[in-house]
């Protein structure tokens, strides 16, 4: 008994104690972490972090454009976030003629700053624990169904209520899978500009080759800047806006970090699934991620092969390539770090030892059955997560299906139709129309289409298939005559047809409309999986959230009997989040070490003319050979570019400000070391590693490489 107790308790441990440099905190309950902050070196107070009634680090760290975050580096509203999280910004303002993804952007005065229609930065402005009101009304004998309901009336009415009392906007998100509930105040900006970029050969230097991978030379940084209306509102784009006066911005270090220094990164983190049970992750990481890795693979190569061929179509397929390519290494990466770590197995003796826990006592019922429970609910789940996995991956990376689907309103106009709702229509159609045919390049589309069809086909059998599928299986010679007469046939295509039918609409034309092979296509794609899998889906899901939530508060309790002192983190969920960790190298395998940082020496090494994503420019070579790099050089007389420390970031967290023991900018993180790629689901402290890019290479490019000097001016810097 006593052994069997030792050994729970191992592996209990493993799991159980969060270790120092694992977790991504709730700024607001940060006090708990203070004393193990100031322990491994802080020298603030977490009241400097967060603080509601004075100004704090919390004024300067936003949400950029819904998925990366930003910091304010000024007190006129200047916002450093990565190159690639302000990519699709960087590619939306560049042409043949002015091509910043390729020469970069600098502008020299306010007048010279770029707007960007529709994005955000989005700066917490409090936040409340709401979980009682949000539960009230659950009982025991509430059912799962019933319960969703309550919560969901009940946060309608809480933010409805306090609405009327404040002017910030207002979420609730749910915290511990649904455990705890938080109200979150935002200030949501919505003039945004655009100020500066490097090219990207030193913004996306490495490309997506080194993407996910130590040791890194990316200068993955842009500049944005705040605007506000004279009166200090955040409105929308105005002419007369002038830059935001923001209570607090961070002062920027140039004094570098060493082996073992502190850090803490403060910033979005997306999503994590920390506490699933071993099932969830095997197919996760064995069932689902290899067919997305697969099917994004087969793609990608097709674009690559046309990048390569046009320069127009490289940039017009730069930020798709991008997206794509970045799921399709990262779980690469995860699903080798889950196999050489042993994660399933990890996970499944903690399950093992969690069962028995809930066995040792009759209060701990409702946690016994639950490792069953899961291992059944994940069966039935699969089909249909591979289902949609299919779908997403094959049929709705046709990109003339999913820009007909713009078309379906006007496909249905009347007669009847009032005429100021058709024009309505049109317009909108107009506008997709022109975003959609500045980045499409039809031989792609056409090539990528005969390619996931044929792998829909090969890979779900017919009763997991939109019907459209089994008519090319039963009246086609092969897919590629189907695809052919698609391409042929639909107006969807093309520029000029989609033009004509807009510039000349009327009501008789949408029989036209309805009939188009491509609009078809979709609709049917689309009917197979709201009827067949999505209900599947919602119920299944419903069903692993409810047990998710019993889960993780059993999971909670243990850990709470154990560390009195130290609570457990929450799964990310794009809440405003703290995570600190030591600066440091690693071992990822047997006699290989990583030094913690890169130095422009470095990128002369990958220099290849021939290779996109390793040229370098003269001037940036010039820079070197001068080594002209004023007080940005590191002591040791090198210029520092990117560098790693055991912080727990996820997706979400780039761009975000990685700060030192006085609360000083460091740099900005931007990745993860492919080694530990699979912290997402399981956060291993050897290898698990954030990297940032160095702040001093960040003004090295601002001031000595580009000469937008007036940027530097605005900082405070602290030698
Ligand atoms: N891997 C990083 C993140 O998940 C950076 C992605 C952008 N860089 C790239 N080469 N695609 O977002
Ligand atoms: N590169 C990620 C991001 O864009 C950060 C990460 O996943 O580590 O948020």
Same mark, same amino acid.
């Given at each position: 008994?006593?052994?069997?107790?030792?050994?729970?308790?191992?592996?209990?441990?493993?799991?159980?104690?969060?270790?120092?440099?694992?977790?991504?905190?709730?700024?607001?309950?940060?006090?708990?972490?203070?004393?193990?902050?100031?322990?491994?070196?802080?020298?603030?107070?977490?009241?400097?972090?967060?603080?509601?009634?004075?100004?704090?680090?919390?004024?300067?760290?936003?949400?950029?454009?819904?998925?990366?975050?930003?910091?304010?580096?000024?007190?006129?509203?200047?916002?450093?976030?990565?190159?690639?999280?302000?990519?699709?910004?960087?590619?939306?303002?560049?042409?043949?003629?002015?091509?910043?993804?390729?020469?970069?952007? %600098?502008?020299?005065?306010?007048?010279?700053?770029?707007?960007?229609?529709?994005?955000?930065?989005?700066?917490?402005?409090?936040?409340?624990?709401?979980?009682?009101?949000?539960?009230?009304?659950?009982?025991?004998?509430?059912?799962?169904?019933?319960?969703?309901?309550?919560?969901?009336? +009940?946060?309608?009415?809480?933010?409805?209520?306090?609405?009327?009392?404040?002017?910030?906007?207002?979420?609730? $998100?749910?915290?511990?899978?649904?455990? $705890?509930?938080?109200?979150?105040?935002?200030?949501?900006?919505?003039?945004?500009?655009?100020?500066?970029?490097?090219?990207?050969?030193?913004?996306?230097?490495?490309?997506?080759?080194?993407?996910?991978?130590?040791?890194?030379?990316?200068?993955?940084?842009?500049?944005?800047?705040?605007?506000?209306?004279?009166?200090?509102?955040?409105?929308?784009?105005?002419?007369?806006?002038?830059?935001? $006066?923001?209570?607090?911005?961070?002062?920027?270090?140039?004094?570098?970090?060493?082996?073992?220094?502190?850090?803490?990164?403060?910033?979005?983190?997306?999503?994590?699934?920390?506490? &699933?049970?071993?099932?969830?992750?095997?197919?996760?990481?064995?069932?689902?991620?290899?067919?997305?890795?697969?099917?994004?693979?087969?793609?990608?190569?097709?674009?690559?092969?046309?990048?390569?061929?046009?320069?127009?179509?490289?940039?017009?397929?730069?930020?798709?390539?991008?997206?794509?390519?970045?799921? %399709?290494?990262?779980?690469?990466?995860?699903?080798?770090?889950?196999?050489?770590?042993?994660?399933?197995?990890?996970?499944?003796?903690?399950?093992?030892?969690?069962?028995?826990?809930?066995?040792?006592?009759?209060?701990?019922?409702?946690?016994?059955? &639950?490792?069953?429970?899961?291992?059944?609910?994940?069966?039935?789940?699969?089909?249909?997560?591979?289902?949609?996995?299919? &779908?997403?991956?094959?049929?709705?990376?046709?990109?003339?299906?999913?820009?007909?689907?713009?078309?379906?309103?006007?496909?249905?106009?009347?007669?009847?139709?009032?005429?100021?709702? !058709?024009?309505?229509?049109?317009?909108?159609?107009?506008?997709?129309?022109?975003?959609?045919?500045?980045?499409?390049?039809?031989?792609?589309?056409?090539?990528?289409?005969?390619?996931?069809?044929?792998?829909?086909?090969?890979?779900?059998?017919?009763?997991?298939?939109?019907?459209?599928?089994?008519?090319?299986?039963?009246?086609?010679?092969?897919?590629?005559?189907?695809?052919?007469? &698609?391409?042929?046939?639909?107006?969807?295509?093309?520029?000029?047809?989609?033009? +004509?039918?807009?510039?000349?609409?009327?009501?008789?034309?949408?029989?036209?409309?309805?009939?188009?092979?491509?609009?078809?296509?979709?609709?049917?794609?689309?009917?197979?999986?709201?009827?067949?899998?999505?209900? +599947?889906?919602?119920?299944?899901?419903?069903?692993?959230?409810?047990?998710?939530?019993?889960?993780?508060?059993?999971?909670?309790?243990?850990?709470?009997?154990?560390?009195?002192?130290?609570?457990?983190?929450?799964?990310?969920?794009?809440?405003?989040?703290?995570?600190?960790?030591?600066?440091?190298?690693?071992?990822?395998?047997?006699?290989?070490?990583?030094?913690?940082?890169?130095?422009?020496?470095? !990128?002369?090494?990958?220099?290849?003319?021939?290779?996109?994503?390793?040229?370098?420019?003269?001037?940036?070579?010039?820079?070197?050979?001068?080594?002209?790099?004023?007080?940005?050089?590191?002591?040791?007389?090198?210029?520092?570019?990117?560098?790693?420390?055991?912080?727990?970031?996820?997706?979400?967290?780039?761009?975000?400000?990685?700060?030192?023991?006085?609360?000083?900018?460091?740099?900005?993180?931007?990745?993860?070391?492919?080694?530990?790629?699979?912290?997402?689901? !399981?956060?291993?402290?050897?290898?698990?590693?954030?990297?940032?890019?160095?702040?001093?290479?960040?003004?090295?490019?601002?001031?000595?490489?580009?000469?937008?000097?007036?940027?530097?001016?605005?900082?405070?810097?602290?030698?």
């Amino acid at each position: 008994m006593k052994k069997i107790f030792l050994s729970l308790f191992i592996v209990m441990s493993v799991f159980m104690n969060v270790r120092a440099d694992e977790g991504m905190w709730i700024p607001m309950l940060l006090q708990n972490n203070e004393k193990e902050m100031q322990e491994m070196g802080m020298n603030i107070t977490v009241e400097d972090i967060y603080s509601i009634n004075n100004s704090s680090m919390k004024d300067a760290v936003v949400l950029f454009g819904g998925g990366c975050t930003g910091e304010i580096v000024s007190d006129k509203g200047l916002l450093f976030t990565n190159h690639h999280c302000g990519f699709d910004w960087i590619q939306h303002h560049s042409t043949v003629e002015h091509d910043y993804l390729t020469d970069g952007f %600098w502008a020299m005065s306010f007048e010279e700053e770029l707007p960007c229609p529709g994005l955000t930065a989005v700066m917490l402005k409090k936040m409340e624990d709401v979980t009682d009101r949000v539960l009230a009304g659950v009982e025991k004998s509430t059912t799962t169904e019933e319960r969703a309901e309550i919560v969901k009336n +009940n946060i309608a009415k809480i933010i409805e209520e306090t609405s009327a009392t404040t002017d910030y906007e207002l979420e609730i $998100k749910s915290f511990y899978h649904g455990n $705890k509930y938080y109200m979150i105040y935002n200030e949501v900006f919505k003039d945004v500009r655009m100020v500066g970029t490097p090219p990207s050969n030193i913004g996306k230097f490495g490309g997506d080759t080194d993407n996910w991978v130590w040791p890194r030379h990316t200068g993955d940084f842009s500049i944005f800047r705040i605007y506000v209306s004279p009166e200090g509102k955040a409105v929308e784009y105005n002419e007369d806006n002038v830059p935001y $006066k923001p209570a607090y911005h961070f002062p920027i270090s140039l004094k570098g970090v060493e082996e073992g220094d502190f850090t803490f990164v403060f910033g979005y983190p997306a999503r994590t699934n920390e506490y &699933l049970p071993s099932v969830a992750v095997n197919q996760e990481a064995n069932v689902i991620y290899p067919v997305s890795v697969d099917l994004r693979g087969k793609i990608l190569d097709i674009y690559n092969k046309y990048q390569e061929k046009d320069p127009k179509v490289r940039i017009q397929y730069a930020s798709k390539h991008a997206h794509l390519g970045n799921g %399709w290494k990262k779980w690469m990466g995860v699903i080798e770090g889950i196999n050489n770590f042993k994660g399933v197995e990890k996970k499944h003796a903690f399950d093992k030892a969690f069962t028995k826990w809930a066995n040792y006592s009759r209060s701990r019922g409702a946690y016994l059955e &639950l490792i069953k429970d899961f291992n059944r609910v994940y069966a039935e789940y699969e089909p249909y997560r591979l289902a949609t996995t299919y &779908l997403s991956e094959t049929a709705l990376q046709i990109e003339v299906l999913t820009f007909a689907a713009n078309f379906n309103a006007l496909a249905q106009v009347t007669k009847d139709t009032p005429q100021e709702q !058709i024009d309505a229509l049109v317009a909108e159609a107009r506008e997709a129309a022109k975003v959609f045919f500045k980045d499409y390049y039809q031989p792609i589309d056409q090539e990528v289409a005969a390619m996931v069809l044929q792998e829909y086909i090969n890979n779900q059998p017919a009763d997991f298939r939109p019907e459209l599928l089994n008519t090319i299986v039963e009246k086609y010679d092969n897919v590629q005559a189907y695809v052919d007469e &698609l391409f042929a046939k639909t107006m969807f295509a093309s520029e000029e047809n989609v033009n +004509n039918l807009l510039d000349n609409f009327k009501a008789s034309k949408a029989k036209k409309i309805a009939k188009d092979p491509a609009l078809m296509a979709y609709k049917n794609v689309m009917d197979f999986y709201f009827t067949n899998v999505r209900p +599947n889906v919602a119920k299944i899901s419903n069903e692993i959230s409810e047990l998710q939530r019993i889960f993780m508060r059993g999971q909670m309790e243990f850990h709470a009997e154990q560390n009195p002192d130290k609570m457990m983190y929450p799964d990310a969920n794009f809440s405003l989040r703290v995570t600190y960790g030591k600066v440091g190298g690693f071992s990822p395998r047997d006699a290989v070490h990583y030094k913690h940082y890169t130095t422009l020496d470095g !990128i002369m090494q990958k220099e290849n003319p021939e290779i996109y994503d390793y040229v370098v420019t003269d001037r940036l070579r010039e820079l070197y050979e001068t080594k002209d790099y004023g007080r940005y050089a590191d002591k040791d007389g090198s210029m520092h570019v990117a560098f790693i420390a055991g912080n727990h970031t996820t997706g979400g967290n780039s761009g975000s400000p990685i700060l030192n023991a006085d609360g000083h900018l460091l740099g900005l993180n931007f990745d993860r070391t492919w080694e530990g790629t699979m912290s997402d689901l !399981i956060y291993d402290p050897s290898i698990c590693k954030n990297i940032s890019v160095d702040v001093r290479y960040v003004l090295f490019i601002i001031d000595k490489y580009a000469g937008a000097t007036c940027l530097i001016d605005e900082m405070t810097i602290v030698e």
